[in-house]
């Protein structure tokens, strides 16, 4: 980055969390876990302020080309935890000294900084790969419908948990899961019962596109991500974009997008790497972002 550049952008900078690992096992790829395991990892206030910030600073990280987001031990993420979310609701709720256009207001803050911390997922740059292993119940299930890619390990369970709790699921499986699997019946069952279903399921209704043994999981899902960070980064990035903005606008909106995107990217060097090293049937190199 030049010294213009490094004065226009503030440096990026890892933040310091502690419900959340990050590491990075392979070149240009960073591995997210969520740290809770005693809980079955699951969402506390730490985990949900803590994702939007790793999320937002991997986006802009130079060196990190696709993302890999488990759980620790033997759960993806069990949901909400209870013990701590339903006393701080219920301290709203039950708090004589608001009236209801103030509570509202209080917890309609509360589901946007959730909302937010799910979506920075869906928001970051990168392709981010959820290995998905054990269970993903509820805000779990929330979180992995926000991801790129979804593999399952083979004892992997999913259910919409929240129905049980009195809850109207609000943090974007709801929003997102018509758009990924497609059968409005099946997800309707899913949602109205929080019955769980397993992999098998989720793989024959298109939620993950991969099922694999406990064991092989996480490897897979990072020699995934190795491959996809050979790729050209500004490629990959442009492909993210493209495929979101045509999930949600028309085919005429997209492809006007596109040719606004590729009317600049046509001129990346990425572009010359691999055409040179397609001639010379090499692999190509290309340039971290800057």
Known sequence: MSSTSKALLDEPQMPETSAIK??????????????????KNAVNDEIWRELRLIFDYLSVCPDCRS????????????????????????????????DIGRKALILRRL???????????????KPVIAAICGPCVGAGISIASATDIRYASDDAVFSVKEVDLGITADVGFLNRINKLVGNDSVVREWTYTGRQFDSAEALLFGFV???????????????????????????????????NIARDHT???????????????????DLKQAAAAM??????????LQ
Request: glycine share 4%; net charge positive; proline share 4%.
């Open 111 to 125: 589901i946007k900084q959730c909302q937010e911390s799910i979506s920075s997922i869906e928001n970051c740059q």
């Open 251 to 269: 085919v005429t909106d997209s492809l006007e997008f596109i040719k606004s995107w590729n009317q600049a990217f046509l001129q990346s060097d």
């Open 67 to 98: 993302i890999v987001l488990s759980g620790s031990e033997n759960a993806f993420c069990s949901g909400l935890d209870v013990k701590t979310t339903l006393p701080q609701l219920l301290g709203v709720t039950e708090d004589s000294n608001l």
């Open 279 to 288: 001639l010379s049937r090499t692999k190509p190199k290309f340039r971290d």
């Open 22 to 39: 990050v590491s990075q096992p392979k070149k240009n790829v960073y591995h997210v876990c969520f740290n809770r395991p005693k809980f």
């Open 209 to 243: 596109s991969k099922v694999i043994s406990r064991a092989s999981c996480l490897d897979e899902s990072l020699n995934l991500a190795a491959t996809i960070a050979e790729k050209s980064p500004t490629t990959v990035i442009g492909a993210k974009l493209l495929l």
